[in-house]
């Protein structure tokens, strides 16, 4: 023996060889081995006794010892080891209150050796049905003995069981409870499905320990459990209903064998159970076992173990030799146990098993004939159903069958079943594919013709089974609610769907065999859940049967089958539907002038989608009801889909007219394009199938409407209508509709509603805008669609129809004259006023009988298509060419375009005579619901009001009806807005020659470019166009050249001046006062004329600090303290400062087709202090009207032709434009007014444009800097930074005209002055003149000295001296001829003879150098060397040239050193004469001067030390003004060389602090003598010289200047002068 550790207890395992010997030693049964589990075995002495087994229901009697163990043990034998999955013991009856325990407190008989680690007693109790316990049997030792092995609990530790223990020795009435709280009434248990590891039957075990020896426990059964299924959870006592079984109800020869059970929960044996097989028990489990008769093999059969009964006589009748080895009546039973799930068994199947040869089965008998089907009631079984043997007799009431079963008998052998005989059960079985389970809400099944007598009643059958039943019962309750309904459960579709012969629901009517004649069916609304087809079947030979099949069957309504020939009609469509079908009223007739009704019958349809849209609503009379398919979008699949009906009374006098039974009808469809049809199909019931009807041709109808009564079956020419044909889908809204009879529009049609014929609208479906609660003023069938011919021409009074082309879905609206036929040749409409309800073209049809047509032989194209239609006004065509006239924007207006007035003329000065007059048409116009913005706004002769085209931005409040959600897009493209006149179809005018246009003054609602446009009588024709225009004022076109100029807003102001208010957004424009002058000194201003602008600040809240109005006027009326404000983008009817903008802003004079010439200007910028006005311009441009346009003011200009002309130096002929920059300046700083008072009149001529600049050459830096700082005309007009004289390099040489040195001279071709001193002075010219002269001289000098020094000697200079003197003395006149000849000569040669001396005698590096040149070795040169000859040649002739204007620089250069020098005179003036070394000296000035002369040692008085504080400030102020001098002189040079920005000199004076402010005037007056003094030389060049034409003359006069420069600073320099002049100065302070 060995310690085995099991569960945290310690358990002795006996050897089973062991065990069996001490229990022959005992001579007992073999023992249950007992597990220590509160204390431990001492010995292996330590066995159990054998236990007695007693059944006790009632409790136990008065004990003596209480048990201190509880559990199970085997009942029955278990062919191998028994395991156990899961086990429950609960004190509870129905397995209630659980018997806790530990690890611990598990007790068992022990375990499987091999497994003997997984599978201990705790493992069948762990709550895991995958682990189990396994007993220690082996099957091939004999398994497992009844009562030998078991399972348990140790309860000793409990309190309940010390509760026992306490209370054991009282009265048992008094004991009795405590014993009943520790007694296992209940188990749960999960063993094992397999026969060999299970047990049939377990026991309910208590354990009790022997007093004398503990260790000693004995068990006794309380209670037995027979037929304990495994492979589930099986309860002990079992729930009512979880048991169910067969028996057999006669004896059997042998014992009961069947091969196969089945049990099913519904009477026709379709739906299988499943549960776990229980049996009285077996012969071998092994072999015979009940799980057998469950296994669907008819090979395998189980065998009733029948015992025999006490006091049985029937072997006296079945015994075979005295013997009875049969079953007794409801001795043997086998049948399932559901577990935990309560069941209906209410039809089996079973096969008896047939003996195995002819002896056999007459001599024992193992099947019955009679049946009986039990169920556990709770405390045992009772008798649910008797099924016999047709065949058979029963004359015992007792036994008779419950229920006539013609497929049980004829046994064994075959299959036998409880199914119900034929014709007890009718069904209806879907015949067409379903969406979704198959829904049905009330079935009706007669045995009577048409449904009228015989309704049947029985118990519901479906395709779910019972399982359904509450459902299916629904079917059959005689209850139309719609919540209480039968709905299959297909699964051969994909998803809910049923295939064809697979959903079905019957009746099924026990113990009766109805005929079935007519049938009644009430389905779902919803096609996805029902059949359109459906079979009648009845049950017949256990199977089903077809009866009748039955098509087209509607839901939502009640269908009758079979329905009488011709007593069905009904409406069908024949396309796709985007939405919902939906049909408002619905009309047949017997006559072809839909004037007789047809009987009325039940309305009936293929489904509707919502309770209140059901066929019934399409036949109530009321237009506002309506009936709805069953679909939010019917379009997959759909065509032909959905439809609505009658059915006639089967006796309706209408059938006898078969095919003619309905000869008209009348349909009112939805007005929603996407909920009607344009083509469906009209179709008559001939019995079996619906057919088409003959009232067209194809049986189809096609190009059908909504939202009024619809007329399919029309005759030819009585229904007319208008179509857009745009291939664009949109919206198309019309106000009003008149059709007229006669091309001058003068004979109208009838008009739709009451007291017109009865003439009705016709419509393809628009977007109702009326409400409910305001329908209720109007008729039951008032349409929408007569506000269309209603005469009232409000956008309320209209009908907004859906045009989509796309879906070959166009909108039309027009009138049925019902049996007039009629012509139209004049039609007269107003659409809507916006781009989105309206359209530009629209076709007329007619009616040809059968469909609409485009086209008719009398009627021309133009009668029947309309084009260049506008909005929201009336549109007439046929029009006459020249009859309509129209003014387009030429281009975008980016938040549409509105018109204050306007009018058109035939005579180019628009004269009042010839302006036309006639109905006002436009584009359309942006409604709102205080102002009238229609087109006859601009006719009105008011500019306070105005017309806005419909492509101007819309509030929402002002949206029109049907576009409250819409987001309009706000701009117009060019020509997309328009507005004219139709002068009537009896007057046209041939051309308009001269247009007067007054536009709003918000620019993005302006169209600067305007077309005019006629009528053709086809098309619009572009005639001519106005270009440029404005607004807030009139503008007439055509204007001359010249006849208009305008001040352009070119620039604003980036910061606000000091002490101005800084704010957030910026401001418009204003202007106080301006004034156009012919000359260029704004001395002669132009007269007359009248303002012109690009808009004005016109709509806008008025606050304290605005002026009352900012209109044009404002600006000329005299006062500069008036303001016109630009609208700078504020707006029209609202101001927005966030997008204030004055770009392009303009104000300007017209002056009546009179040309001027504007060549100055003067214009006072308000410096309004308000909210919206006003930021002056930092730059303006003046521009001028051309003739066709504005472009900027420019005057022709005619450069200086040069003497000679070639490609570089000829400049063509420019205009120069008026772009002005630094307009607006602040005012001073020292002013005393207030911004608002600030009146600053700012000039600009010509002259200060930015554009006006000229070419020069890049010698005009000789006149002055190029610095626009040094120029006061440019600082003030152009910039005060940068170069402006020139602008740019030297080489393009552009000067500004506001340059110094140009104020005087002429610049633009219409300037012209006399001649002065310069022009004869001609100095450029002669500069010239000897520049290009002086080189030919100075080559032939060079040539005479080259030759000179080859050819001369070396003494040449002696001898001609020599030979001069040879003539000396002359005393003949001879003499003194030859003398002064040779004089003469000797003069003539002197230059050549002093330089061959000088070559001769010179030692230096100039000679030496020319020597190497030209006399190499003081010898010819060789050929060699001859180019050392060219290049003297050359040098020396270059040379020669240079020099006059070398010598005229040194000339200066000396004058510049004697000049400099001068100055040394002053400080002589200034010595002092006395001596300071010498005593007497000093002592005679002090005598003088009267003055005592101090010492370094002498004590200073006040006054001294007033004195020196006097003379220090007065130094310190000239040293300051000295520093102020060199920071000017800095900033030229700075300036000169472009290093630092322009600094204007009283800037730099302005910031002066504290006592020197006082410095401010001299300081200026020092910058401008220094200025002025720059000036000096370029005014004597400017006047001596003038302007200069040529670079290279200036070039030649500057580089004399260098020469000079360069001469007197050597000078200078060399002899220290600035040294000398320092000492000097020294000097005279030491001795002053």
């Known amino acids: 023996m060995a310690l085995r550790r099991s569960n945290g207890a310690e358990v002795w395992m006996l050897?089973?060889?062991?065990?069996?010997?001490?229990?022959?030693?005992?001579?007992?049964?073999?023992?249950?081995?007992?597990?220590?589990?509160?204390?431990?075995?001492?010995?292996?002495?330590?066995?159990?006794?054998?236990?007695?087994?007693?059944?006790?229901?009632?409790?136990?009697?008065?004990?003596?010892?209480?048990?201190?163990?509880?559990?199970?043990?085997?009942?029955?034998?278990?062919?191998?080891?028994?395991?156990?999955?899961?086990?429950?013991?609960?004190?509870?009856?129905?397995?209630?209150?659980?018997?806790?325990?530990?690890?611990?407190?598990?007790?068992?008989?022990?375990?499987?050796?091999?497994?003997?680690?997984?599978?201990?007693?705790?493992?069948?109790?762990?709550?895991?049905?995958?682990?189990?316990w396994a007993s220690d049997c082996r099957q091939v030792l004999g398994g497992c003995k009844p009562f030998t092995v078991g399972l348990g609990i140790d309860i000793s530790r409990t309190r309940l069981y010390q509760l026992a223990t306490d209370n054991a020795?009282?009265?048992?009435?008094?004991?009795?409870?405590?014993?009943?709280?520790?007694?296992?009434?209940?188990?749960?248990?999960?063993?094992?499905?397999?026969?060999?590891?299970?047990?049939?039957?377990?026991?309910?075990?208590?354990?009790?320990?022997?007093?004398?020896?503990?260790?000693?426990?004995?068990?006794?059964?309380?209670?037995?459990?027979?037929?304990?299924?495994?492979?589930?959870?099986?309860?002990?006592?079992?729930?009512?209903?979880t048991q169910w079984r067969i028996t057999n109800l006669e004896h059997t020869v042998g014992r009961w064998a069947l091969t196969e059970v089945q049990f099913f929960e519904d009477e026709l044996c379709t739906f299988p159970l499943r549960g776990y097989p229980i049996s009285l028990g077996q012969?071998?489990?092994?072999?015979?076992?009940e799980a057998n008769a469950f296994d669907s093999n008819l090979s395998s059969w189980w065998i009733a173990n029948c015992s025999e009964v006490p006091g049985s006589i029937a072997h006296l009748t079945y015994g075979v030799g005295g013997f009875f080895y049969g079953c007794e009546p409801q001795q043997a039973w086998i049948g399932l146990d559901f577990s935990d799930t309560i069941t209906e068994v209410r039809c089996i199947r079973f096969y008896q098993k047939p003996p195995q040869d002819l002896s056999d089965q007459e001599q024992r008998r193992s099947w019955t004939r009679g049946i009986g089907l039990q169920k556990w009631n709770g405390n045992g079984w009772s008798m649910v159903e008797r099924f016999w043997d047709p065949g058979q007799n029963i004359t015992d009431p007792a036994l008779e069958p419950t229920l006539a079963t013609p497929y049980v008998g004829n046994a064994p052998g075959r299959y036998e079943n409880t199914k119900p005989p034929d014709r007890a059960v009718w069904r209806l079985i879907n015949d067409d594919y379903t969406k979704g389970n198959w829904r049905i809400t009330e079935l009706e099944f007669y045995t009577g013709e048409h449904c009228l007598t015989g309704m049947l009643e029985g118990k519901p059958l479906s395709m779910q089974g019972p399982s359904n039943f509450r459902l299916a019962r629904y079917a059959f309750d005689i209850d139309e609610r719609t919540d209480q309904f039968w709905e299959s459960s297909c699964s051969r579709g994909p998803g809910n769907t049923c295939v064809p012969l697979e959903a079905w629901i019957g009746l099924y009517t026990r113990g009766a065999r109805p005929i079935v004649r007519c049938f009644r069916l009430l389905q779902s609304r919803h096609q996805d859940q029902q059949s359109t087809s459906v079979q009648l079947h009845v049950y017949q030979e256990g199977g089903w049967i077809m009866d009748s099949l039955h098509r087209d069957v509607g839901g939502g309504t009640w269908n009758r089958r079979p329905a009488e020939p011709w007593t069905l009609w009904r409406f069908r469509n024949d396309q796709p539907i985007p939405g919902q079908w939906r049909i408002h009223e619905l009309r047949a007739y017997k006559d072809p002038l839909c004037l007789l009704d047809m009987t009325q019958g039940r309305p009936v349809a293929s489904g509707y989608l919502k309770f209140s849209e059901g066929p019934e609503k399409a036949n109530d009379l009321k237009s506002d009801t309506y009936w709805g398919a069953d679909c939010m979008s019917c379009t997959v699949?759909?065509?032909?889909?959905?439809?609505?009906?009658?059915?006639?009374?089967?006796?309706?006098?209408?059938?006898?007219?078969?095919?003619?039974?309905?000869?008209?009808?009348?349909?009112?469809?939805?007005?929603?394009?996407?909920?009607?049809?344009?083509?469906?199909?009209?179709?008559?019931?001939?019995?079996?199938?619906?057919?088409?009807?003959?009232?067209?041709?194809?049986?189809?109808?096609?190009?059908?409407?909504?939202?009024?009564?619809?007329?399919p079956s029309a005759s030819f020419m009585t229904r007319w209508r208008i179509s857009p044909t745009t291939m664009e889908d949109k919206y198309w809204r019309v106000t009003e509709l008149e059709f007229y009879s006669d091309a001058m529009c003068t004979q109208p049609l009838p008009r739709t509603g009451e007291g017109y014929g009865g003439a009705s609208p016709v419509t393809s479906g628009y977007k109702p805008l009326k409400t409910p609660f305001e329908r209720l003023e109007y008729g039951r069938f008032w349409s929408e669609a007569d506000l269309g011919t209603d005469n009232k021409t409000e956008i309320k009074s209209g009908l907004l129809l859906e045009h989509r082309p796309s879906e070959s879905l166009p909108a039309y609206f027009g009138v049925d004259y019902l049996s007039q036929s009629t012509w139209v040749r004049c039609v007269r409409f107003q659409q809507g006023p916006l781009s989105v309800d309206q359209v530009s073209s629209v076709r007329l049809q007619i009616w040809e009988g059968a469909h609409w047509k485009d086209s008719d032989p009398e009627l021309s194209e133009l009668e029947m298509r309309f084009e260049g239609l506008g909005g929201g006004g009336w549109q007439r065509r046929p029009a006459a060419s020249g009859s309509l006239w129209r003014l387009e924007n030429g281009v975008e207006a980016p938040e549409g375009w509105a018109v204050y007035e306007t009018s058109l003329y035939t005579d180019p000065e628009c004269s009042n005579e010839s302006r036309l007059s006639g109905d006002p048409i436009a584009s359309g116009y942006a409604p709102h619901n205080r102002l009238n913005k229609r087109p006859a706004m601009a006719f009105d002769g008011d500019t306070a009001t105005a017309w806005v085209s419909q492509c101007s931005a819309l509030p929402e409040e002002h949206r029109p009806p049907g576009f409250e959600e819409h987001k309009f897009p706000v701009g117009c493209n060019a020509s997309e807005a328009w507005i004219g006149l139709d002068l009537g179809p009896k007057d046209s005018a041939d051309v308009v020659k001269c247009v007067r246009i007054y536009q709003v003054g918000y620019r993005p609602m302006q169209s600067s470019s305007i077309k005019v446009a006629k009528w053709t009588g086809v098309l619009w024709q572009y005639q001519w166009s106005l270009e440029n225009l404005g607004g807030s004022a009139w503008e007439q076109r055509p204007a001359a050249p010249n006849s208009m100029w305008r001040l352009n807003h070119a620039a604003e102001q980036v910061a606000p001046c000091p002490g101005q208010l800084k704010r957030n957004d910026k401001r418009a424009w204003g202007i106080s006062d301006f004034k156009f002058f012919k000359d260029s000194d704004c001395m002669e201003e132009i007269q007359g004329g009248t303002a012109i602008s690009s808009g004005s600040v016109e709509n806008y809240i008025v606050a304290i600090t605005d002026q009352p109005s900012y209109e044009l006027s404002r600006s000329r009326d005299g006062s500069q303290l008036t303001t016109w404000a630009a609208n700078c983008m504020l707006g029209w009817l609202s101001t927005d400062m966030s997008k204030t903008n004055c770009t392009q802003e303009w104000i300007g004079i017209a002056y009546s087709n009179r040309a001027v010439e504007v060549r100055c200007v003067t214009y006072v910028q308000s410096r309004h202090e308000s909210s919206k006005c006003c930021d002056p311009a930092s730059q303006v441009e003046l521009q001028r009207w051309n003739g066709s346009d504005w472009v900027e003011a420019t005057w022709q200009r005619t450069p200086p032709q040069p003497a000679v002309a070639t490609d570089t130096n000829v400049r063509p002929v420019v205009d120069l434009g008026a772009h002005f920059l630094k307009t607006g300046p602040c005012p001073e700083?020292?002013?005393?007014?207030?911004?608002?008072?600030?009146?600053?009149?700012?000039?600009?001529s010509r002259r200060d444009s930015e554009s006006c600049v000229v070419k020069l050459t890049g010698a005009i830096q000789l006149l002055t800097a190029p610095q626009c700082l040094l120029h006061p005309r440019c600082a003030n007009v152009i910039n005060e930074e940068g170069n402006c004289c020139p602008i740019g390099d030297l080489v393009d040489s552009s000067n500004r005209c506001c340059c110094n040195f140009l104020n005087d001279e002429e610049i633009f071709d219409d300037e012209k002055k006399p001649k002065d001193f310069r022009d004869a002075l001609a100095f450029e010219f002669a500069t010239v003149w000897m520049s290009n002269q002086l080189p030919l001289p100075g080559l032939l000098a060079t040539i005479a000295v080259y030759i000179a020094t080859l050819f001369f000697p070396p003494n040449a200079e002696a001898k001609v001296a020599a030979w001069v003197r040879q003539c000396m003395p002359a005393r003949t006149r001879g003499q003194r001829m030859r003398l002064r000849l040779r004089q003469f000569l000797a003069t003539l040669l002197w230059p050549l003879l002093v330089w061959r001396t000088f070559m001769a005698t010179s030692a230096t590096e100039v000679a030496r150098r020319i020597k190497w040149l030209i006399l190499p070795n003081d010898q010819r040169p060789p050929p060699l060397q001859y180019w050392k000859s060219a290049v003297f040649l050359v040098g020396g002739a270059a040379f020669a040239g240079m020099l006059p204007w070398i010598l005229i620089g040194v000339l200066f250069g000396e004058i510049m050193i004697k000049l400099a020098l001068g100055l040394c005179y002053i400080i002589k003036l200034f010595k002092s004469p006395f001596d300071p070394l010498d005593l007497r000296d000093m002592h005679l000035r002090s005598y003088l001067?009267?003055?005592?002369?101090?010492?370094?040692?002498?004590?200073?008085?006040?006054?001294?030390?007033?004195?020196?504080?006097?003379?220090?400030?007065?130094?310190?102020?000239?040293?300051?003004?000295?520093?102020?001098f060199d920071v000017f002189v800095v900033r030229a040079q700075m300036l000169t060389f472009n290093l630092i920005d322009s600094i204007e000199a009283d800037k730099?004076?302005?910031?002066?602090?504290?006592?020197?402010?006082?410095?401010?005037?001299?300081?200026?007056?020092?910058?401008?003598?220094?200025?002025?003094?720059?000036?000096?030389?370029?005014?004597?060049?400017?006047?001596?010289?003038?302007?200069?034409?040529?670079?290279?003359?200036?070039?030649?006069?500057?580089s004399v200047v260098m020469v000079m420069i360069l001469y007197g600073a050597a000078q200078w320099l060399n002899y220290d002068l600035f040294g000398l002049f320092t000492s000097a100065r020294q000097m005279v302070k030491a001795t002053r």
Not at 69 to 78: A, E, F, K, T
Not at 1496 to 1507: K, N, P, Q, S
Not at 1562 to 1584: D, T, W
């Open 15 to 132: 050897p089973r060889i062991l065990l069996v010997f001490f229990l022959q030693l005992a001579k007992a049964e073999p023992p249950v081995a007992a597990t220590g589990v509160v204390h431990e075995l001492q010995s292996e002495e330590a066995f159990v006794r054998p236990a007695s087994r007693r059944l006790q229901d009632f409790g136990p009697p008065t004990p003596r010892y209480v048990w201190q163990r509880v559990g199970i043990l085997n009942d029955s034998p278990v062919p191998g080891y028994w395991k156990i999955h899961e086990l429950g013991l609960y004190y509870g009856l129905e397995c209630d209150n659980r018997v806790p325990f530990t690890p611990e407190d598990v007790w068992h008989t022990g375990t499987h050796r091999e497994t003997e680690f997984t599978t201990s007693g705790m493992q069948g109790m762990d709550g895991s049905t995958e682990t189990w």
């Open 169 to 241: 020795n009282l009265a048992w009435n008094n004991t009795r409870p405590y014993f009943e709280a520790i007694t296992v009434k209940c188990i749960r248990i999960f063993q094992s499905e397999d026969v060999r590891y299970k047990t049939d039957r377990i026991a309910i075990a208590q354990g009790t320990a022997d007093p004398a020896n503990p260790r000693i426990i004995t068990y006794s059964a309380v209670t037995i459990f027979q037929s304990v299924a495994g492979g589930t959870w099986s309860q002990r006592p079992p729930k009512i209903g």
């Open 283 to 289: 012969d071998n489990p092994l072999t015979t076992g």
């Open 637 to 711: 699949n759909a065509t032909r889909k959905y439809w609505i009906g009658m059915e006639l009374p089967h006796d309706a006098v209408e059938a006898k007219s078969e095919k003619l039974m309905v000869r008209c009808f009348r349909l009112w469809q939805s007005e929603n394009l996407d909920q009607q049809v344009q083509r469906m199909q009209f179709q008559l019931w001939n019995g079996k199938d619906y057919v088409l009807s003959p009232l067209s041709r194809t049986g189809l109808f096609s190009q059908l409407g909504g939202g009024a009564w619809l007329r």
């Open 1229 to 1244: 700083s020292r002013s005393t007014l207030a911004m608002y008072e600030e009146i600053i009149e700012e000039k600009r």
């Open 1489 to 1524: 001067s009267r003055t005592r002369v101090k010492q370094e040692g002498d004590t200073a008085t006040a006054l001294d030390i007033v004195g020196g504080m006097v003379s220090t400030f007065v130094f310190g102020l000239g040293y300051f003004m000295k520093f102020l």
């Open 1548 to 1598: 730099i004076v302005d910031i002066f602090p504290g006592l020197l402010d006082m410095l401010r005037e001299p300081g200026m007056l020092m910058y401008n003598a220094m200025y002025y003094s720059s000036q000096l030389v370029s005014f004597i060049l400017n006047r001596a010289i003038g302007i200069p034409l040529c670079q290279g003359s200036c070039a030649l006069v500057g």
